[in-house]
């Protein structure tokens, strides 16, 4: 891997091949101790805040923290548990800041083939151990239609700050489902309609991507992706930023400050 962090030829390639790359180990433990504390921290802080109505839509409930500009994700079937945060940049300096890293930025303007990148916007995953539950198959396309500017340009690099197995809900992936295209998705209405539809799609394709702690994988909006429950005793925590060409809104002052078409939407 380049000092300078963007990708090389061969990474370029294995992404145009497969719609996703992933690096290995590339954030130390010590690192991981740190950013893994400021996500506690941030969830400690949420916790203590009043609590709103939650509401379920599509396979999620969501939380939303209207003065804070963030939304909870709460376990569909434990709805005391934290299942994720979005965004949070804004409500956390130390994990602002690893946003900038070049470990994420370098490789995204390859990803976008744009020399200027900024967020979108920043998702954290906690998958708690026993309780955490699926994430559904998806692509992310559909959620940020008509909330970024552009939703065919949004990247996103998932950094994991536990080990990811199979037993633990790792990220499972379709390769090559980026040259698909949009998807079917559930012909319901609402929120879950953003969610593919599982009948019409051959579940076997999905690839378990089982990485040690540290790793990033980077993918576009069109990835087919999912995950299964966590059935272990630890967790799986993951940071996800996304990230989009400079200069457009971003997700937060689409959703929580009505500038946009998604005002209405919660975060997914």
């Known amino acids: 891997m380049s000092s300078s962090f963007r990708l090389d030829a061969r990474e370029r390639a294995a992404l145009d091949r497969d719609g996703y790359l992933c690096r290995e180990n590339a954030f130390a433990k010590s690192e991981l101790v740190e950013i893994a504390q400021a996500c506690e921290t941030l969830i400690a802080r949420l ?42 940049a804004h409500l956390s300096e130390p994990l602002d800041r690893w946003a900038h890293d070049p470990r994420f930025i370098e490789p995204m303007k390859d990803l976008l083939g744009n020399e200027n990148v900024m967020l979108f916007t920043e998702k ?7 309780v955490g539950g699926p994430i559904v198959l998806h692509q992310d396309y559909p959620y940020w239609v008509g909330v970024a500017e ?16 199979i037993e633990n809900g790792c990220l499972e992936v379709v390769p090559g489902s ?48 999912a995950s299964a429950p966590n059935r272990t005793a ?24 009505n500038s946009g078409a998604g005002a209405a939407r919660p975060a997914r």
């Not at 954290?124 to 026993?130: A, E, I, S």
């Not at 990230?243 to 689409?254: C, M, N, S």
């Open 234 to 257: 630890g967790d799986r925590r993951a940071l996800l930023y996304s990230y989009q060409p400079a200069g457009r809104r971003t997700l937060r002052e689409a959703v929580f400050r």
């Open 47 to 88: 916790l203590e805040e009043q609590r709103r109505p939650k509401v379920e839509a599509g396979a999620y409930v969501f939380e939303h923290l209207q003065s804070l500009e963030t939304a909870v994700k709460w376990e569909k079937d434990n709805r005391e548990v934290v299942l994720g945060i979005e965004p949070f």
């Open 178 to 225: 980026h040259r698909d295209g949009e998807t079917k998705r559930k012909q319901i209405e609402g929120f879950g309609a953003n969610e593919m539809d599982q009948g019409q799609y051959d579940e076997s394709k999905l690839v378990p991507l089982e990485v040690p702690a540290g790793s990033v994988v980077y993918f576009g909006s069109f990835l087919v992706h």
């Open 124 to 130: 954290l995953n906690v998958k708690r151990g026993l």
């Open 150 to 165: 552009d939703a065919a340009q949004v990247g996103t690099a998932i950094v994991f700050l536990d080990d990811s197995t």
